[in-house]
């Protein structure tokens, strides 16, 4: 079995879902962003928060994951599963299982706010079920529940769950995460990167990596060779962007950038909206200033 620390190391991306002007899913300008970004980075998510999985039909998932797959057949592929029905989880599972995958990526329940004992019997109930290692993303103001570092400490003594997305926005959680459990920290929140390989975090899962994906791997790997000055350097250069990036709700932000380079349409689906024009014109500067400039 590989690592934890080397199986979820690095930058992943998690990718946004184009759409076309008569709303599907466009799946060439899917297939030539997953080509263009997955020389660069460790991995790549699909069906997440930011690929607005929640407005996805089970099969538009299957396909975005297919066409990513298609695009990219060498690279670590994590597939984004989360909802309150434990049941069709499972079904989700069991029609995932004739796909190649590395990785699960987890939310707990949204909406219905259960217990620590029921989350932990939660992830127990998903990491047997499931023939690839699951990354629990701890997210509470998305889900409404925060896992307690006693939950994370019991569920991280079953072999098939192997890491975390923290986004619970605790440095202290962060800190005993990394050092009294064998789970892999993967940053979720793109401004606590450099913080978090600091502690002793193995990665990211970082929208804003969509640009210059090159720039946020340097991040890594400086701060992997012990050049922290470096790793700084670059970090301190992608602040403004990161930041901006997520003024408005994701992955608006995102999908406005990347339309500004010409990969994909820049349209969110329903209920999301769109970046506002403000946000477009801020973002296509700051893409042309030459710090930040390809």
Known sequence: MESQTGLFSGIWVPLVTPFAADGAVD????????????????????????GEAHALDDGEQLAVLDSVRAAAPDTRLMFGLGGPHLGHLHDTIAALRTR??????????????????????????LADASPWP??????PYRTGVALSFEAFAAIARHPNIRAVKDCGGDPTLTLELITHTPLAVLAGEDGHLLATLALGGSGAIAASAHLHPQRFAAVHAAMQDGRLADAQRHFHALWPLIRTLFD???????????????????????????????LRQRLATMLADPPLAA
């Not at 699951?134 to 997210?139: A, G, K």
């Not at 990969?263 to 689906?269: E, G, V, Y």
Request: hydrophobic share 45%; proline share 8%.
């Open 27 to 50: 799946h060439d300008a899917l297939r030539r962003l997953a080509q263009h970004l997955a020389p660069h980075v460790a991995g790549l998510v699909v069906c997440g928060s930011t």
């Open 100 to 125: 190649r995958l590395d990785a699960l990526l987890v939310t707990p329940p949204y909406y219905v706010r259960p217990s620590q004992a029921a989350l932990i019997d939660y992830y127990l109930a």
């Open 134 to 139: 699951i990354v629990v993303y701890n997210i």
């Open 248 to 278: 408005e709700p994701n992955p608006a932000g995102i999908k406005a950038a990347l339309a500004a380079q010409g990969w994909i349409d820049a349209r969110c689906r329903a209920p999301m909206h769109a970046a506002t024009d403000g």
